[in-house]
């Protein structure tokens, strides 16, 4: 247990359907960061947020939004589904704000779009 | 912008040692990291490098080369477990001032008895 929590584990839905994913990041992290990972682009970044604020912004489609509340757990929030956004969808969290290491990743929520 | 280039697939035998290279092209840079993630799992965390040099950690080394814009990762002693994909990722700041860890395409180590 990397003490990131991302809920649901797996998450199956039609096209046009709106689903949020839930993040709670490792006790102490300020930051939290979301990465969206398919079968052919690995890794990409979409969003950070640090202490409640966003920070840094990827390319994140308009179609999908994120905030961070008060308790610092995250919430990524994607309307309009299309098949192109099943994917693995990765939180991560760590205690600085600006930092190329020592990200904790929480174990994903794997989105279907049928 | 930011790339990094990894080998896709780097296939080795139980207690062998394997290196797995990453090349980066990025304006600023503020240091190299590894991350392993299993099939189906999380990425965790291996290393980092922000100075030249090799830093070592058990069975795993990392290497940086600033000049070269290049960095390995050494996987010594290597066993069964170690079968994952290795992603580096370099610190990127965009044009906002923020910035965003970008990960390459990863190498999917295949380790066989």
């Known amino acids: 247990d990397s003490g990131v929590t991302q809920t649901p584990k797996h998450l199956i839905t039609a096209t046009g359907q709106r689903v949020t994913l839930r993040c709670s990041p490792r006790?102490?992290?300020?930051?939290v960061y979301w990465y969206q990972q398919s079968l052919d682009q690995g890794l990409q970044f979409l969003i950070q947020y640090y202490n409640g604020e966003e920070r840094a912004k990827g390319n994140i489609l308009e179609r999908f939004s994120a905030q961070q509340f008060p308790d610092l757990h995250s919430e990524l929030n994607l309307s309009s589904l299309e098949l192109g956004d099943s994917a693995l969808y990765f939180c991560?969290?760590?205690?600085?704000?600006?930092?190329?290491?020592?990200?904790?990743f929480g174990s994903g929520t794997r989105l279907t779009v049928v | 912008g930011q790339s990094l280039e990894q080998p896709s697939e780097v296939t080795a035998v139980e207690g062998a040692i394997v290196q797995i290279n990453c090349t980066y092209q990025t304006s600023g840079f503020y240091g190299l990291s590894w991350y392993q993630q299993h099939d189906g799992g999380a990425p965790t965390f291996l290393s980092y490098?922000?100075?030249?040099g090799l830093e070592e950690t058990g069975r795993f080394s990392s290497f940086l080369s600033r000049s070269d814009s290049y960095g390995y990762l050494l996987l010594q002693e290597l066993q069964m477990k170690d079968s994952a994909s290795y992603f580096c990722a370099v610190r990127a700041f965009m044009n906002t001032g923020f910035q965003k860890l970008v990960f390459g395409t990863g190498t999917r180590l295949l380790v066989s008895p």
């Open positions: 490098n922000a100075l030249d």
């Open positions: 006790s102490g992290d300020l930051s």
């Open positions: 991560a969290s760590s205690v600085y704000r600006d930092t190329n290491y020592g990200y904790t």
